[in-house]
């Protein structure tokens, strides 16, 4: 029985090592653009993974309208350039998809040239792996017993698929 807990507090230490690991899977930052420019972000994902974004034009004039100078190009690919995303003079959006293979994605950004230039500053939120799941949408009052279970079986799955890569 002693070496069934010293198995058992092994494994709940594995577990909650690769759940770190695997929560990793967010970058949120705020970045400045300039009209006429490009600015791209990368994330590795593995192949079946939950990745999920989330971008916005920062206002430079809170309490208005932001100006049609402040509209964005976003585009999502992957390694091999399939295009996951693409929404045109926006000031904000969002997307998410399971990876249907293993690489680098790009978040590409860029805004069309004005004269003067216009510097714009976006946030940009992107989650992947386990991190991606939403669980607080899952759960529904009188049925927290069964999306603790769901909870537990997709973790579970997640760790077993990137413990055996």
């Known amino acids: ?3 069934n807990k010293k198995m058992m507090i092994v494994a709940v230490a594995g577990v909650i ?3 770190g690991f695997l929560l990793g899977g967010v970058q949120s930052i705020r970045f400045d653009l300039q009209s006429g ?4 972000i990368a994330e590795d994902i593995k192949a079946n993974s ?3 974004g989330k971008y916005s034009v920062v ?3 809170n309490g208005y309208p932001i ?3 402040h509209k964005v190009t976003v585009r999502v690919t992957s390694a091999y350039g399939n295009s996951y995303h693409y929404a045109d003079h926006v000031d904000s959006g969002q997307f998410a998809f399971a990876a ?3 690489g680098d994605y790009m978040a590409c950004f860029w805004v069309v040239d004005h004269k003067p230039p216009v510097m714009l500053t976006i946030d940009f939120g992107w989650k992947t792996g386990v991190a991606a799941k939403d669980w607080s949408n899952v759960a529904k009052k009188g049925q927290v017993d069964e999306w603790g279970k769901k ?3 997709s973790l579970t799955e997640q760790l077993t698929q990137e413990w055996h890569g």
């Open 1 to 3: 029985m002693v070496v």
């Open 17 to 19: 090592l690769n759940l």
């Open 37 to 40: 420019h490009t600015k791209c």
């Open 50 to 52: 939950m990745t999920v």
């Open 59 to 61: 206002n430079p004039n």
């Open 67 to 69: 100006p049609d100078t």
């Open 100 to 102: 249907a293979e293993a």
């Open 151 to 153: 909870k537990c079986r």
